[in-house]
């Protein structure tokens, strides 16, 4: 039987062997709702019997048809396994929405789920108060899924089954994460992250249920706090509990989930603050948001926006956390400020997210070392002789990496102005459509005008639809690990 595969389907079947366990392991997430649904009687309870018994059979079809030839994945089966695993997943996802509201249509769910896993929280979806709960948890879940990746789980978990990850999780972590080795083997490592963002999501879920959520409402929050997801179990989002104290506990949470989850963990094993001073990104990242909170909180406090600074300050302070660290949670509607206060909040969310954290865009890291770099190359000018390495504390950085950061920021940069001039064309006006591809390859939510925080994605046509939720895949798996199956060199050999 394997002597009459073709050498395509040689080399695909491994990878289809892992895929179908990760969408066997995909499916039994639904149990969640679905145990729900039966708790709550609500309506969604046949959507989700039916989804997962489709789930289930598919991802058994595909780890049979792959058994015989597992192997340990090469590099380029990391790359392919990644995005086939990011594309296919939304596609289950679908199912709950579809099989209980078919009116939806396929392009807004899976929008919807893509959203949800690659920790956007853009919504198509409005009625979310009175959705059924196990849809709501379901969204939620999606997004705690989707924050430390469903592939870092699946090699937690694989290793056991004979089946290698170190590829996978090579493929999936973005940044200078991949190069932190917490433990000498990679399962190991997935475990701990997975387990320190665990810990994390239920201390941030029993300090909402403290700060007067319902238990139900403080675990999808906790759940889509720890991923920077932004979903919200309301259309008002965090606005509807109008709390300064969940505010204040969301806004530490947020920020704790934008720093690098490494960092947390050695603090944790340590039970010492010095891993956050050691780390080159925290300053950055804490020392960026608070002065711009200060900064904005006196610009609109100044334009008359609101009449006492505190309450400027306090509404500016959620909102720019909650862009900034990409996680897309509102508590008013920031379009109607004058439009530097939203835009500097949206810039904010290319940079601020750190490396090895559930955040989009450049990161803290990557910004640092090229305003860095373009120091250095001020002072060449004036000493060409001299050598002027790029430090990062006390170690000097390559230039392989420079130039490798360097090349990433190009196509990041290109891929905004391509993806703007589509949606342009498309008929859509600039500020929606620049705002909107600056949220969804940041994975941050809310843009401003038609896809503002007071709206959301659903009055987008089907071919806006579809370009923005590439546009989010790319941001999730920053760019590079996409980019790379339309090279030539990937598919020689």
Known sequence: MQAGLSLPMRRLAPILHVLGLVILLFSFTM??????????QDAAQHAFDESFAVTLAAGLALWLVGLRWRRELKVRD??????????????????????????????????????????????VMSGLDTLPPSLNLWRHLLNWLGGMGIIVLAVAI???????????LKAELPGPIKDSKLTPRIADTAKLLWAMYAALTVVCAVALKLAGMSWFDAVCHAFSTMSLGGFSTHDASVGYFDSPLIEAVLIVFMLLAA????????????RSLAAYRYDPEVRGVLGLVVASCLGISLYIWQAGVYPEFLTALRHVSFNLVSLATDCGFASTDFNSWPIFAPMWMLLLSCVTASSGSTGGGLKMIRTVLMLRQGVRELEHQLHPAALLPVKIGDHAVPNQIVFAIQAFVMMYIATIVTMTLVLLASGLDFVSAFSAVIACINNAGPGLNEVGPGTNYASLDDFQTWVLAFTMLLGRLELITVFVLFTRAFWRG
Do not use: C, K
């Open 259 to 270: 720093l690098n989850f490494v960092t947390h963990f050695l603090a944790f094993r340590q």
């Open 78 to 123: 990391g790359f392919l396994l990644v995005l086939l695993v990011w594309t296919g997943l939304p596609a289950f996802a679908t199912l709950p929405f579809l099989i209980y509201a078919p009116e939806m249509g396929f392009t807004d769910a899976y929008f919807e789920a893509i959203s949800a896993l690659t920790t956007t929280g853009a919504t």
């Open 158 to 168: 694989l290793p056991l089954l004979g089946i290698g990850g170190r590829q996978l």
């Open 31 to 40: 149990l969640a709702p679905l145990v729900t649904a039966l708790i709550a």
